[in-house]
Structure formats: structure tokens, C-alpha cells
């Protein structure tokens, strides 16, 4: 009889270990299947978050392009008056003709010449004929690379003038140059004392 109730003991121990044991593993099941959900759900908010933000940049760039496309379709006339503005490919007047000169459009902006009052100087506008860039540079190049270049002077003045800006009209490679060409591969070739060399879009020279 002590060694039935001994036995039965036993089995009752075990039982209940088992019974614990399978609590345990349904409650770890539980809990790793809830960890996989949050992390799966936080992957997909991560992902979705993602997605969007590519579709923003994406929207932004095509409508960036189709700006800058419209605009370089954009062709300086000489009106009547005598003065310069610019007609779409269709000729329809885009920008009313005010410019004494006018130069193709570069990468979203038209370089204009402004006379009036004691104004004599380029700037620059945008498609729809807004000032984006102040009348203020003596002569101004195209666009390259987001940059321009500009003097500050004449050409036949001796303090060197010239530098570049980029499409805010902020002034990146300083007024210090005899000469200054186009950006091409992120340099450009300039004149100072006498040296030519190439600068970066920093201003450093480079080879």
C-alpha cells in the first residue's frame, strides 16, 4: 500500500509538472507569436513610411522636371516696344517683353537685363516671370551644374569680379577671380595672378 501512494504521488508530480510545462510552452507560444505581430506590424509601418516617402520624392523630382522642361521650351522674342520677353512653343506670350536683353533659359531660370531708373543689370526669372535672382551682376552665364557665373564688374575692369551663384542668387565661389568658366564635372577653370587652374564647387583647387 506505501508503495501505491508512493507511485501515485509520483504520477501526481509528474502530472502536474507536465501541466506546468504546457502552460509554460502555450504561454511562450503566446508570447513570441505577440512579439513577431508587434515586430511585423512595426516592419510594415517602417516600410509603408518608407514607400511613401519614395513617392514624395518621386512626385517632387517629375514635377521639379516638367518645371525645368517648360521652362527651357521657353524662347526670348523682341516686342514691338523694342524690348525683350519670352513665348512658349505654341507662341503664346509667357513673360510680358519689359528686358532690354534676354538670355535662354538655364536649368528653370531665364537670365534678363534690366533698364530702369538706375537699374542696369541681370537677374534672373523664373517660368512664370517672377524676379527669383535681384538685378545686380554687370553680365551673368547659364546655369550649370546649379551654378552661374557672374561678375560684378566689367570686363575691362582690373579688380578681379568675377565668381558664381547658385539658383538662390547666393553667392558660392567668391568675387575674387580675373576669369571664371562654366562648371563641368563639378570644376571649373579660372584666372587669378596670373595662374590659371581649376577650383571645385567649394572653391578649393583641384587638378
Not at 510545462?21 to 511562450?28: I, L, M, Q
Not at 575692369?157 to 563641368?184: M, R, S
Request: hydrophobic share 35%; glycine share 8%.
Amino acid at each position: 500500500m506505501g508503495k501505491f501512494n508512493r507511485h501515485l504521488k509520483r504520477n501526481t508530480e509528474f502530472d502536474v509538472l507536465t501541466t506546468k510545462v504546457k502552460k509554460t510552452n502555450f504561454s511562450t507560444k503566446n508570447t513570441v507569436q505577440t512579439v513577431f505581430k508587434k515586430t511585423a506590424t512595426k516592419n510594415n509601418f517602417q516600410k509603408i513610411r518608407i514607400m511613401k516617402s519614395k513617392t514624395i520624392i518621386t512626385f517632387c523630382l517629375m514635377i521639379f522636371g516638367i518645371t525645368t522642361t517648360y521652362a527651357q521650351n521657353l524662347k526670348p522674342f523682341k516686342a514691338d516696344n523694342g524690348k525683350y520677353g519670352y513665348k512658349d512653343t505654341t507662341g503664346k506670350i509667357v513673360v510680358r517683353p519689359i528686358y532690354s536683353k534676354a538670355k535662354t533659359f538655364s536649368e528653370g531660370l531665364g537670365a534678363v537685363y534690366m533698364e530702369k531708373g538706375d537699374i542696369r543689370k541681370w537677374g534672373f526669372i523664373d517660368e512664370k516671370g517672377k524676379v527669383i535672382i535681384p538685378f545686380k551682376w554687370a553680365d551673368v552665364g547659364d546655369f550649370h551644374e546649379g551654378l552661374a557665373v557672374v561678375i560684378a564688374g566689367f570686363y575691362f575692369d582690373k579688380v578681379p569680379q568675377w565668381g558664381a551663384i547658385d539658383k538662390e542668387g547666393k553667392i558660392t565661389i567668391p568675387l575674387i577671380y580675373e576669369y571664371l568658366e562654366d562648371f563641368v564635372n563639378g570644376r571649373a577653370k579660372v584666372e587669378l595672378n596670373g595662374r590659371t587652374f581649376y577650383i571645385d564647387k567649394s572653391g578649393k583647387e583641384v587638378k
